[in-house]
């Protein structure tokens, strides 16, 4: 089972508001310093670029919907954002097409195999059962909206920039090195094109799904993204729609089964949040209502989860009160 031990931890419960700007600021600086030092698990090793970055590095970042940020460590470290990227671009096809047409071309069901798994796809006729496996993102971002691929490519990254609330760029020097180890997701999108459930240049979709995951951000982006899901659609620092909130509502849906892949079930069950993970370390964790947090950290675990990042998490989880399936009564609740 996930290891998210905060014994010791101050822990409340809360459905209302988030606690006072101090106490989100002190408890942020206490998840920092509690993990800080943990130097379980290891870096992404089969991208080369990702093997050579520095293992070190960790940084938290809490976006409330008023816009307020909290954080503490390398929160303004950039690293690629990765498998992250698929909650987004999801949430962006959905605007396009609708809840019913993206759920029949994509699915919104957990493999419970692998995030590359071949064999999900064969098991299930050819369906890439839901968005946040390698395959149905795939499929996903072969839906964006443009005429030729470099109209697509646009569209993903102008879209993923008004989640984030500024411009991003794609990192060359990964890109690079995803694209000459990407032979499984080109054979990946080969197979689903002999299903017909993708049309067009299967190559070139890859090929923006590669280019997708290089793009920048720090743990504060991942968490001004995030809350952006939470608050309906609107980023709260630019103050801009980005997705109506219906489209939030299905995206954080689909996070709360399989953002985790494999690991879904326990990180629900540890942290109560939808939310999404990459194998650059970073971690976006959504409190509808509420905000939203961005952590990174490098080294990961088996299934190529941030270490630091899911303890880091579940300890804000706990002491914000974000457990969305947690109550109290309305005698023993605490102050905030």
């Known amino acids: 089972m996930l290891d998210t031990n905060t014994d010791g931890v101050d822990q409340r419960v809360s459905t209302g508001e988030l606690p006072s700007w101090q106490r989100i600021d002190e408890r942020v600086t206490e998840a920092y310093e509690r993990n800080v030092a943990d ?13 050579a970055v520095d293992p070190s590095q960790f940084g938290i970042c809490v976006a409330d919907v008023g816009g307020g940020l909290h954080s503490a460590g390398d929160a303004d470290v950039e690293f690629t954002i990765q498998s992250v990227s698929k ?5 962006l096809v959905c605007a ?4 019913d047409e993206v759920g029949r071309l994509v699915g919104v069901n957990n493999t419970g195999l692998a995030f590359n798994s071949v064999m999900a796809i064969e098991l299930n006729d050819g369906h890439p059962m839901n968005p946040m496996v ?9 839906l964006m909206p443009g005429a030729t691929l470099a109209e697509k490519w646009e569209n993903v990254r102008t879209g993923l920039s008004e989640f984030a ?14 694209s000459e180890t990407n032979t499984r997701n080109e054979a990946i999108a080969k197979l689903l094109k002999s299903y017909g459930r993708v049309t067009g240049d299967s190559t070139g979709l890859v090929d923006i799904y590669t280019r997708q995951c ?6 504060q982006d991942l968490a001004i993204m995030g809350a952006t899901l939470a608050d309906g659609g609107v980023n709260p620092v630019t103050k801009q729609r980005v997705v109506s909130p219906i489209v939030c509502r299905d995206t954080l849906a689909v996070l709360a ?6 690991r879904s079930g326990e990180w629900m069950f540890e942290i109560g949040l939808p939310g999404k993970s990459g194998v650059s370390g970073g971690i976006v964790t959504v409190a509808p209502g509420k905000g939203a947090l961005g952590a990174f950290s490098p080294r990961l675990d088996s299934a190529g989860n941030s270490v630091r990042g899911q303890k880091a998490t579940a300890a804000l989880s706990r002491s914000l009160g974000l457990n969305i399936f947690a109550s109290d009564s309305e005698g023993d ?3 905030v």
């Open 214 to 219: 290089s793009l920048r951000v720090t743990a």
């Open 134 to 142: 390698n395959a149905g993102a795939i499929a996903t971002t072969a």
């Open 165 to 178: 609330g500024r411009q991003l760029t794609m990192d060359g020097d990964v890109y690079r090195s995803e």
């Open 257 to 262: 089964t399989s953002g985790l892949y494999e």
């Open 87 to 91: 909650a987004f671009v999801y949430a």
């Open 96 to 99: 396009e097409f609708g809840h």
């Open 333 to 335: 609740r605490h102050d």
């Open 39 to 51: 130097e379980g698990g290891r870096v992404a090793d089969y991208i080369p670029e990702l093997a």
